[in-house]
């Protein structure tokens, strides 16, 4: 499977700036990789299932992990996060990350059969068998964090899976339902997007 990169921003690098697009598909969590300890769980990679996700730009998107958590702690400190969009298939391993009880304060293993990639020379982890990525640099508001646990992001790349998304447009029509997003509900309950409606509207230019 390939990525397609929708949009790909110059990022800093030591030497420069860099367009590299090789993925590694590596084991958790990456050697080397700084690590940060909050209390006695060494919170290195750490995935949320946040259902207040919005797109506040075109490059821009908002947040709302839960307050203190390992995510919010490591979003602070590293300046980074990723958006990422599960598909039908990840049902189940996106219900048990978004588990009350499956804290990575309470379960110090709870990433350890994720399997997560690096792309480029990004040092933000991505899920591997998501529709799309975003990563996001966070833009500090101190208060809008503190007040309502809401974080703003910059993004700084985003990839797609070209079986699923190409040419600009998401294919659902065409492919099968694993592949398809998932919309949750309430309860456990995921709905899938459905059917395809087209209107006589004049597309829009640079629709």
Wanted: charged share 25%.
């Amino acid at each position: 499977m390939r990525y397609l990169p929708l949009i790909k921003f110059n990022q800093r690098s030591k030497n420069g700036y860099h367009q590299s697009r090789s993925t590694k598909i590596i084991p958790y969590p990456k050697p080397g990789r700084d690590h940060t300890r909050i209390g006695q769980i060494r919170c290195d990679v750490n995935a949320m299932a946040i259902t207040w996700v919005q797109a506040l730009d075109y490059d821009k998107v908002t947040i709302v992990p839960h307050n203190g958590s390992c995510a919010g702690t490591l979003i602070e400190k590293s300046g980074y996060f990723a958006v990422q969009i599960p598909t039908a298939a990840q049902a189940e391993p996106l219900s048990e990350l978004g588990a009350e009880n499956n804290s990575r304060f309470d379960n110090a293993d709870k990433m350890k059969n994720v399997e997560i990639f690096y792309k480029d020379d990004s040092r933000v982890p991505l899920i591997a068998g998501c529709a799309a990525w975003l990563v996001c640099k966070r833009i500090p508001e101190p208060h809008n964090e503190q007040s309502y646990d809401l974080f703003i992001g910059e993004v700084v790349a985003a990839y797609a899976d070209e079986r699923i998304f190409d040419g600009g447009r998401c294919l659902f029509e065409k492919i099968p339902d694993e592949l398809k997003t998932l919309h949750y509900a309430a309860g456990g309950r995921y709905y899938l997007d459905g059917k395809v409606v087209d209107t006589k509207r004049t597309p829009i230019s640079g629709e």
